[in-house]
Antibody, heavy 122, light 107 residues
Framework: QLQLQESGPGLVKPSETLSLTCTVS??????????WGWIRQPPGKGLEWIGS???????FYSPSLKSRVTITVDTSKNQFFLRLTSVTAADTAVYYC??????????????WGQGNLVTVSS | DIQMTQSPSSVSASVGDRVTITCRAS??????LAWYQQEPGKAPKLLIY???TLQSGVPSRFSGSGSGTDFTLTISSLQPEDFATYYC?????????FGGGTKVEIK
């Protein structure tokens, strides 16, 4: 059964870098054809797509975050990663990793992690 | 970017009511649209994809329709477990974008 698990610090200081890991079990990032995604949700607000990555390292990013975001993948560990630099309070959110499907390798997401709340505060 | 506009932002309804939520895309997206349900403190759950295809395990009281720019999610007979927030999302092109959400509340 597919499982995605986010991990990383729950508290990050302003101007520092947010780093999260998504560990995938029950599917292989390398052998699948999916663009694995990161999505976030500020408290009490809606969903925002951050970016997506293919096993080869090909990425797509949200234009509003592109200057600060890097998504990478380690297929040997079956993990992919989110790095967001120069964070502010506006980056406080629950961060989800997710896998697309069915019927798409890039689009909607049928499998989600449980979410990782990251608070930006000094 | 394709903007997704959902309406209403909230709706009060009773158990057994029919509820309709609309989503409009700023440009044509064919049938590349999904609907999600999100309960407080939980990850979104995919309900409908390709505008009208019911995800496995989702009750048949949920249905989706539309193509191009205008889409609808209908709950034919609202159940207690359906009180939640619903989001649409376009999957036609990157960047992927979500609607602002519709909160379905108990009347």
């Amino acid at each position: 059964q597919l499982q995605l698990q986010e991990s990383g610090p729950g508290l990050v200081k302003p101007s520092e870098t947010l780093s999260l890991t998504c560990t995938v079990s029950g599917d292989s990032i390398r052998s699948s054809s999916y663009y694995w995604g990161w999505i976030r949700q500020p408290p009490g607000k809606g969903l925002e797509w951050i970016g997506s990555i293919y096993y080869s390292g090909s990425t797509f990013y949200s234009p509003s975050l592109k200057s600060r975001v890097t998504i990478t993948v380690d297929t040997s560990k079956n993990q992919f990663f989110l790095r967001l630099t120069s964070v502010t309070a506006a980056d406080t959110a629950v961060y989800y990793c997710a896998r697309p499907g069915p019927g798409t390798v890039t689009g909607w997401f049928d499998s989600w992690g449980q979410g990782n709340l990251v608070t930006v505060s000094s | 970017d394709i903007q997704m506009t959902q309406s209403p932002s909230s709706v009060s309804a009773s158990v057994g009511d029919r509820v309709t939520i609309t989503c409009r895309a700023s440009q044509g997206i064919s049938s590349w649209l999904a609907w999600y349900q999100q309960e407080p403190g939980k990850a979104p759950k995919l309900l409908i994809y390709a505008a009208s295809t019911l995800q496995s395990g989702v009750p048949s009281r949920f249905s989706g329709s539309g193509s191009g720019t205008d889409f609808t999610l209908t709950i034919s007979s609202l159940q207690p477990e359906d009180f939640a927030t619903y989001y649409c999302q376009q999957a036609n092109s990157f960047p992927l974008t979500f609607g602002g959400g519709t909160k379905v509340e108990i009347k």
